[in-house]
């Protein structure tokens, strides 16, 4: 008995040792403002310092990037525009993408490779072991 009570426990730490833990369930709600000119803002449990990746597309007239930091729960990209003119009206796709962790504060938290990473919001990168927030919607540009 004592035998197979050993076993069961080493089994079973030997399990939890080779799984590492899934600490953060990420949470992230985005919001967008500023009309023909949008600002891409939001809140999110993701670690300060963590660096978010922006995409907006209008299918066929415009392709924007950006970047945003988050800073105690918060985010927001700067302003798209159209070389400094209104993006063109019409329904954008919007991507918003956690950037593979540079700083050791982040991947404490996330994990090396995002793997302490879950929820929704979280996808593993085809092909790899990088687990890494994707976020999609639609955006009605005026």
Request: hydrophobic residues 40%.
């Amino acid at each position: 008995m004592f035998w197979s009570s050993f076993l069961s426990s080493t089994a079973l730490l030997l399990l939890l040792a080779a799984k590492p833990a899934l600490a953060l369930e990420v949470k992230m709600d985005v919001h967008a403002s500023g009309g023909s000119y949008p600002v891409i803002s939001g809140l999110t449990n993701l670690p300060d310092g963590t660096e978010l990746s922006i995409t907006l597309v209008v299918p066929g007239e415009y392709l924007g990037q950006g970047k945003a930091i988050v800073e105690n729960g918060r985010f927001a990209s700067e302003a798209f525009s159209n070389n400094g003119k209104p993006l063109p009206s019409g329904v954008a796709n919007l991507e918003v993408n956690s950037v593979l962790a540079s700083s050791e504060k982040v991947r404490a938290v996330i994990g090396e490779h995002g793997e302490k990473m879950t929820g929704p919001h979280v996808t593993t990168l085809a092909g790899t072991s990088f687990r890494t927030v994707h976020m999609s919607s639609k955006l009605a540009i005026p």
